[in-house]
C-alpha cells in the first residue's frame, strides 16, 4: 500500500508585483494558525509521512517545516523540490476556470511522473505545493465526486489518497481511495438550514442593515415622522441570502 498526503501551502502574503520576489512571500499569522490546526488533523487520523517533498518557495517550505515538527518527522526528511514550484509558477494567482488547461494537465504529468520514480522504499509521501496544480492531481482521485463541482484546495487545504500497490510506478489516481479531504473553505460538513440557522442569519443582517440605515439618515440629515418596521424587508432579504448559498455552507453558525 502507498499513501500520498496533497498539501497547498496555508495563507501567505500578497502577491508580489516582481515576478522574481514571488518565491520570497511568507506565511502570515493567519497562515501560522491555519496550517498548526491542519497538522493537528492529520495528525489525529496518523497521516505521517515518511518523507515531506516540498517546492522551494518560502511559503512551501514554512508550511512543510511546521507540518513536519507537528507530525514529528525529522527535519532530514524534507526535500525541496524545485519541479514543484516551476510547475505551478506564473499560474497560482490567476483566475481559477472549471476546465483543466493544457499546461496545467502537463505540469500535473510532471509531478505524477516524479512520484512515479520514487524509491518503493517509501510508503506514505507529503507534498507540499501550489495551485492550480496540486487541485488537478486531487480532481483525478476525487471523481465522481469532483466531477459534479471542480476541486479547488483552498490555502491550507489537503486531499490524502491511498492505493492498492507495493511500488510507486503502479499508482492511479484514477484509482486511489480518499482517505481524508479538506477541499472546502471549511471542514464542516454540509447540513440543511433550520431554524437556528435562519434566526443567526436574520440577526446579523438586521443588526447590518439597521447600522447602514442609521449613518445614511445621519449623513444625509433626514429625519423620518414615520417609523418603518424593518422585519418584512430583513426576512425577504434574508430568505434570498440563504437560497443564494451553496449547499456546502449551508451550515450551523459557529457560537463564539
Known amino acids: 500500500m502507498k499513501e500520498i498526503y496533497?498539501?497547498?501551502?496555508?495563507?501567505?502574503?500578497?502577491?508580489?508585483?516582481?515576478?522574481?520576489?514571488?518565491?520570497?512571500?511568507?506565511?502570515?499569522?493567519?497562515?501560522?494558525?491555519?496550517?498548526?490546526?491542519?497538522?493537528?488533523?492529520?495528525?489525529k487520523a496518523k497521516l505521517i509521512p515518511d518523507i515531506i517533498f516540498s517546492s522551494d518557495a518560502i511559503r512551501t517550505m514554512q508550511t512543510a517545516k511546521e507540518l513536519a515538527r507537528i507530525l514529528k518527522?525529522?527535519?532530514?526528511?524534507?526535500?525541496?523540490?524545485?519541479?514543484?514550484?516551476?510547475?505551478?509558477?506564473?499560474?497560482?494567482?490567476?483566475?481559477?476556470?472549471?476546465?483543466?488547461?493544457?499546461?496545467?494537465?502537463?505540469?500535473?504529468?510532471?509531478?505524477?511522473?516524479?512520484?512515479?520514480?520514487?524509491?518503493?522504499?517509501?510508503?506514505?509521501?507529503?507534498?507540499?505545493?501550489?495551485?492550480?496544480?496540486?487541485?488537478?492531481?486531487?480532481?483525478?482521485?476525487?471523481?465522481?465526486?469532483?466531477?459534479?463541482?471542480?476541486?479547488?484546495?483552498?490555502?491550507?487545504?489537503?486531499?490524502?489518497?491511498?492505493?492498492?500497490?507495493?511500488?510507486?510506478?503502479?499508482?492511479?489516481?484514477?484509482?486511489?481511495?480518499?482517505?481524508?479531504?479538506?477541499v472546502q473553505k471549511t471542514d464542516r460538513q454540509p447540513a440543511d438550514f433550520t431554524k437556528e440557522n435562519y434566526r443567526y442569519v436574520y440577526s446579523v443582517l438586521e443588526k447590518k442593515i439597521t447600522v447602514l440605515l442609521k449613518s445614511l439618515k445621519k449623513n444625509t440629515r433626514e429625519k423620518s415622522k414615520h417609523k418603518i418596521s424593518l422585519n418584512p424587508h430583513i426576512a425577504k432579504i434574508t430568505k434570498k441570502f440563504i437560497k443564494s448559498l451553496p449547499a456546502d455552507f449551508r451550515v450551523a453558525p459557529t457560537r463564539r
Open 6 to 43: 496533497l498539501i497547498r501551502h496555508a495563507k501567505a502574503e500578497a502577491p508580489k508585483k516582481k515576478p522574481d520576489k514571488e518565491k520570497k512571500r511568507k506565511l502570515t499569522k493567519t497562515g501560522m494558525d491555519e496550517i498548526k490546526k491542519k497538522g493537528k488533523k492529520l495528525l
Open 73 to 182: 518527522v525529522k527535519s532530514k526528511h524534507i526535500t525541496s523540490v524545485p519541479l514543484l514550484y516551476e510547475s505551478a509558477a506564473g499560474n497560482e494567482n490567476s483566475s481559477e476556470s472549471n476546465t483543466e488547461s493544457t499546461a496545467e494537465l502537463s505540469h500535473s504529468a510532471q509531478i505524477i511522473n516524479f512520484v512515479q520514480n520514487l524509491s518503493p522504499d517509501y510508503k506514505k509521501i507529503m507534498i507540499v505545493g501550489h495551485n492550480p496544480v496540486l487541485s488537478t492531481i486531487a480532481q483525478k482521485g476525487m471523481k465522481p465526486v469532483a466531477e459534479a463541482t471542480p476541486v479547488s484546495l483552498p490555502t491550507g487545504g489537503y486531499a490524502c489518497f491511498r492505493f492498492a500497490a507495493d511500488d510507486w510506478r503502479d499508482i492511479r489516481f484514477e484509482d486511489a481511495e480518499l482517505i481524508l479531504q479538506s
